[in-house]
């Protein structure tokens, strides 16, 4: 009886392959690899060889495959995120930078050499659309709904909206000098643009598709990065660039919350599921800092591999 018992108790529970990985996964983009980090235990499990140059990184909406841009071979990397081990390469066009994955399975990246957006579909290894933005075009963000897609360029100082599934630019929007990253808010009303140059974030109304206002980060040194939403949609966190902080705002008012110091060069940002945790890339530094969002303070920093530049969290949910 005991082991019939048992046996319900482990049919009930799912295979084994079901159950979480707690896995953070960061590129190292001089060093062409990834380096994987236990959530639970803050250790460095694995340092993986993915390929040349990589940059941005995501999971597919199930969660069974890692995806890494490698910039200086045109293709995007697929990883098994259990055994580590790279299944293939997919052609992406030219010089893949940022990316975001929809929740239809397909990849929006931005081809930086290129000056435009691709749209991927990891299953059958096909580019299905090549989408002209403006020239370097670098971070990009798809709405909660899937119906909108941002790619900022850098150069050109836009960010330009695509239509999904259409394909086609509905709006380009002008912002600061040199944005970065973009973010949408939980019902995707507003998106969020950090702008380097110009030291900013801007709030955007992708509605109207129109500047609302701006926000000086208050600081020469903020260059910013990266930016995410805080789970309860209050917070904004963004990566300060050379500055070594990451800056917290309130998502209403936009005024500063405080400072949290890092480590040097921080460019990317990622949230775990419960929203208690943000890692950052610190890409001249190349560790990895947990920040606990509770106490705004970092509780550990990670030595990873050389010049860390994206971050992704499968907490296995």
Sequence with gaps: MRNEFLLILALAAGPAWAEPTHRVFVT???????TVIDSRTLAVEATVPVGKHPRGIGLAPDGTEVYVALGKENAIAVLDPKTLKVLRKIPSGDDPEAFAVHPNGHIYLSNEDAAKASVLDPKSGKVIAEIPVGLEPEGVAISPDGKQVIVTSESTNMLHVIAVPEHRVVANILVGARPRAAVFNHDGTI???????SGEVKRVDMVKHRVLNKVPLGD???KPKDILVSR???TLYVAGGRANQVIVLDEKTLGTKTRIPVGQRVWGLAMSDDGSRIYTTDGASNTVSVIDTAKNQVLATIKVGEAPWGVVIDDGS
């Design 191 to 197: 998106a969020y643009a950090t702008s380097e140059i």
């Design 28 to 34: 190292n983009e001089r060093g062409d690899s990834i």
């Design 232 to 234: 309860d949609g209050t």
């Design 220 to 222: 020469d040194n903020i």
